[in-house]
Nanobody, 126 residues
Framework: QVQLVESGGGLVQAGGSLRLSCAASGRTFSHNTMGWFRQAPGKEREFVATINWSGTRIYYGDSVKGRFTISRDNAKNTVYLQMNGLKPEDTAVYYC???????????????????WGQGTQVTVSS
């Protein structure tokens, strides 16, 4: 059974930082794209960031560019999201995702990801 388990969420003041981790088990994602989405109450799910298997193709949502950094450690089957300069509007449940398709696939749409974590809450106070 494939599992993506997020950790590192919590409560932080505006301007602060958090680092999210997502550990995968049940299959290796070393040749697949992984990423992060988020969803705030009453809002649609939003693309945050994605990284291909080698780390050579990285994309960010417009609202987090310049503040968030995605990375991965294939040996640990883990993807990370370093979040700096957090704002109250970053408050959301953050979901780790994995794509089970081709090594060349780097999707930006949520419906193109086959595996989802349970989510971790990030709350930024003003």
């Amino acid at each position: 059974q494939v599992q993506l388990v997020e950790s590192g969420g919590g409560l932080v003041q505006a301007g602060g930082s958090l680092r999210l981790s997502c550990a995968a088990s049940g299959r290796t994602f070393s040749h697949n794209t992984m990423g992060w989405f988020r969803q705030a109450p009453g809002k649609e799910r939003e693309f945050v960031a994605t990284i291909n298997w080698s780390g050579t193709r990285i994309y960010y949502g417009d609202s987090v560019k310049g503040r968030f950094t995605i990375s991965r450690d294939n040996a640990k089957n883990t993807v990370y999201l370093q979040m700096n300069g957090l704002k109250p509007e970053d408050t959301a449940v953050y979901y780790c995702v994995g794509n089970g398709g081709s090594i060349w696939t780097v999707p930006l749409g949520s419906d193109e990801y086959d595996f989802w974590g349970q989510g971790t809450q990030v709350t930024v106070s003003s």
